[in-house]
């Protein structure tokens, strides 16, 4: 993430400057804005598919799990079904990278793990879908979502194994280190305009 500090104009007249000083503390105030970084956007836009394909994996299970008990297909493949929400919730927590969650699950922090993590809840989804062929919604929606999150996963994993999840760690750093900075700057830009206040206010 980069800082673009733009400063104000200054060619005002030099006799003017008590008077418009007075009218407007703070115009001399620098005005910083954050540039964002696009690694971390890139990702941020992939964790946001990922947990879209994590939702739609909890629904098609939920229901297979429902139509499993209620139609006495296969109660095995109820439990199965359970056994994939739980861990589509994990990959999603994973996801938000929850600093308390994370701690438990140190595996989770790296790519490749989040991605074996995916794929397996990927192929938990796709299976047994022919008791479902009467129900072609039921298995467009379960394609969807266990491609989606199978592709999710390939990418971390390859991801993982090129190291990028060190490079996403060290641009968070980094942004976490810039948007301190520009607290920073921006308290003592407020110090400042209430120094010059008084200055003006003090001087006869």
């Known amino acids: 993430m980069a800082i673009d500090i733009t400063e104000p104009d200054t060619s005002q007249p030099l006799a003017n400057t008590p008077t418009t000083s007075s009218s407007n503390p703070t115009c001399n105030n620098l005005r910083v804005r954050a540039k964002p970084d696009p690694v971390l956007a890139t990702c941020r836009c992939f964790s946001f598919v990922t947990v879209v394909a994590s939702i739609l994996c909890i629904v098609v299970n939920v229901i297979s799990a429902i139509r499993s008990w209620t139609n006495g297909l ?32 140190k595996v989770l922090e790296y790519w490749a793990g989040r991605g074996m993590l995916q794929i397996f809840v990927a192929v938990t989804t796709r299976a047994y ?76």
């Open 129 to 204: 879908p022919g008791i479902y062929r009467e129900r072609h919604e039921i298995l467009l929606l379960q394609d969807i979502a266990s491609y989606t999150l199978l592709a999710c996963g390939m990418i971390y994993v390859v991801s993982g194994v090129l190291c990028l999840g060190f490079l996403k760690r060290a641009r968070q750093q980094k942004e976490v280190s810039t948007q301190q900075a520009l607290k920073d700057l921006q308290e003592l830009e407020r110090r400042r305009a209430k120094l010059e206040a008084l200055l003006i206010v003090d001087t006869p």
């Open 74 to 105: 296969d109660i095995f493949d109820g439990i199965f079904r359970c056994y994939a929400v739980a861990i589509a919730v994990v990959v999603i927590l994973a996801e938000t990278e929850w600093p308390f969650f994370i701690k438990f699950w």
